[in-house]
């Protein structure tokens, strides 16, 4: 589904700043593929995700989503085939405008808008059922304002935007890393339904081991811009926390683990 | 007395089509876009040449419309394919129309005393005295406007339009280039402007070089008078529509406070600055206004604490 073949990226080239955030890097999901992702701080984990999305153009390399080459795809143009949750609860909604508007807005994620209507009356049933199944009471406040929502569950309807129209490829980037435990393992909960329900080929970054070890049929650690472990299958849900930091380590020569990866 | 009102508030609501031009950029999209002064004199220069060369008045209104839509575009070139900060793409825009428009006019100042404008055409047709028919025109124009401007912002194109002042990041994520729907807001937003300059034109018989200079500033203005007044009015004044309609009520409250600090006796040069402070007023207020409530807290805070800190001191 996502192939990534000798990509690289580096920030700063050529100044006192310059990271390399990712190294001749390769990887290939295949259809229906949940990869998590982990990493210590500045492993190219979200540099992935945004080179991916195109946020960033890549230095060198080429990106393949089904068959299509979207390496030099702007932003917009690659919206069509990903669905994305980002850490900022902020940043996957429209603060001063309805629920409802937001999810007519990621419906037609894709499609070239036109002057017709931005949310047509059939439409707010669909949303009413999809809500309805987050099971967390918004289908009653379809034309509240976004912004008066909490964190979680801003993060809840970004998830049910990104999966609205179903996405080639699903890219949650540390998604639950600003909510509270309960709300994260909330969310993570809807995650795993909704991808299972729609078959979705997902990457996800998370900073928690249990969480990257507990979901997904497959794991990948980064370190300085390169995928340095990858794992699925059996193999994988034997796999336990102590493992992955013997297995960094070994790897690399150092320690994965920062107090937050440790504490969560 | 009565008639400086009256023309106060035809002149509000006038300029009150420019206002809706200033809300777009200022409010939905959160730039500060200071083309507007250009573009308002730009459409004066443009409709006040039209008609002394004989064109149809409403034609050259239109034309007024599109010219200011061009200058739109070109502040939305500088800002959006070369990512100069908006304001200062305004500002380049707006200094550089101020060469143009005197190319336009190949002076200073055209009068047009002789000739036909829609508003003298409305007082041919209905014999109304030439304040209410242009309070009629202002009104018909700015209804029109605001039922077309409610039907766009209701759109794909217009939410995404709306959705980019707001969040920049999930627009580009749902597969919009924010780059057209900076360009398509700036570009109605300065086509109202220059409307609205055109109409201005047309009423005062005349279009100058200078007739945009502080354009910006009274849009600012009346869009936070408006929302005063919309926050002052019970029931629910947060819906689009009546946002839209609130900044051409604030417009003409402006003009019309303006009438009235002139007939009491105040130099008109010194309406500018009544106005910047008007404006600066209304956006420090909030600021301070939260920093203050802050300092209250705390010390609300510190005195119901205080009681049992003695006690505890007291205690060891």
Redesign the interface.
């Known amino acids: 589904m996502l192939t990534l073949s000798h990509v690289s990226k580096t920030f700063n080239a050529g100044t006192i700043n310059e990271k390399r955030a990712l190294v001749d890097c390769n990887l290939h999901l295949a259809p229906g593929d949940f990869v998590t992702v982990i990493g210590g701080n500045g492993a190219g984990k979200s540099t992935l995700m945004n080179m991916v999305?195109g946020v960033y153009p890549i230095d060198a390399g080429t990106i393949t989503l089904d068959g299509i080459n979207i390496s030099q795809l702007?932003?917009?143009?690659r919206?069509?085939y990903?669905g994305?949750v980002?850490q900022d609860p902020?940043?996957?909604?429209?603060?001063?405008?309805q629920i409802i508007?937001n999810l007519?807005?990621?419906k037609?994620?894709?499609?070239t808008?036109?002057?017709?209507?931005?949310?047509t009356r059939s439409e707010k049933e669909e949303y009413a059922e999809r809500l309805h199944e987050l099971g967390l009471g918004l289908e009653k406040r379809l034309t509240t304002k976004v912004g008066l929502l909490s964190g979680g569950q801003r993060q809840a309807l970004t998830l049910l935007?990104a999966t609205l129209t179903k996405p080639k490829l699903l890219l949650l980037d540390e998604h639950t890393a600003a909510l509270d435990p309960k709300t994260a393992a909330k969310v993570l909960d809807l995650t795993e339904k909704i991808v299972a329900e729609h078959q979705l080929t997902t990457l996800m970054v998370t900073h928690n081991m249990n969480d990257a070890i507990r979901l997904g049929n497959r794991l990948i650690m980064m370190h300085e811009g390169r995928v340095i472990y990858d794992i699925a299958g059996d193999e994988k849900r034997s796999l336990t926390v102590k493992d992955l930091l013997q297995k960094f380590e070994e790897v690399s020569g150092g320690e994965l683990a920062n107090d937050r990866m440790l504490l969560s | 007395m009565g008639l400086a009102m009256l023309g106060a508030v035809s002149q509000g609501i006038l300029w009150g089509i420019m206002v809706l031009g200033v809300f777009i950029t200022y409010k939905l999209l959160d730039i500060a876009d200071l083309t507007v002064d250009g573009s308002f004199a730009l459409g004066g220069c443009v409709c006040a040449v039209l008609v002394v060369g004989g064109v149809n008045p409403i034609v050259a209104i239109l034309a007024a419309m599109l010219a200011g839509m061009v200058a739109g575009a070109v502040t939305g070139f500088l800002h959006t394919v070369f990512e100069i900060p908006a304001i200062l793409a305004g500002i380049l825009t707006q200094i550089g129309l101020w060469s143009v428009n005197l190319r336009i006019m190949g002076k200073s100042n055209t009068p047009l005393l002789n000739f036909d404008t829609i508003f003298s055409q409305m007082t041919d047709l209905t014999g109304l005295p030439s304040n209410v028919a242009a309070i009629i025109v202002g009104i018909v124009v700015a209804v029109i406007i605001i039922v077309g401007l409610y039907w766009?912002f209701?759109?794909?194109?217009?939410?995404?339009c709306?959705?980019t002042g707001?969040?920049e990041?999930?627009?580009?994520?749902?597969?919009?280039?924010?780059k057209v729907t900076k360009m398509i807001a700036l570009m109605l937003s300065n086509g109202l402007v220059g409307l609205s300059g055109g109409l201005i034109c047309e009423s005062q018989k005349y279009a100058d070089i200078g007739m945009g200079t502080g354009a910006i500033v009274i849009g600012l203005a009346a869009i936070v008078i408006g929302e005063v007044l919309g926050r002052l009015t019970p029931g629910k004044l947060r819906a689009f529509g009546s946002r839209l309609t609130a900044a051409v009520v604030g417009s003409v409250v402006y003009f019309l406070i303006r009438a009235i600090v002139l007939q009491m006796g105040m130099d008109a040069n010194d309406m500018k600055l009544l106005s910047a402070i008007i404006v600066a007023l209304a956006l420090c207020i909030p600021v301070v206004w939260e920093k203050f409530q802050l300092k209250r807290s705390y010390a609300r805070s510190l005195k119901s604490a205080s009681p049992e800190g003695t006690t505890a001191e007291g205690g060891r």
Do not use: H, Q, Y
């Open positions: 999305a702007s932003e917009p143009a919206a069509k990903l994305r980002f902020m940043m996957g909604t429209a603060a001063d405008m508007e007519a807005m990621a037609r994620r894709g499609r808008r036109t002057l017709a209507w931005g949310v935007m | 766009f209701g759109t794909e194109i217009g939410s995404a709306r959705a707001n969040n990041a999930m627009v580009r994520a749902l597969g919009v280039n924010t």
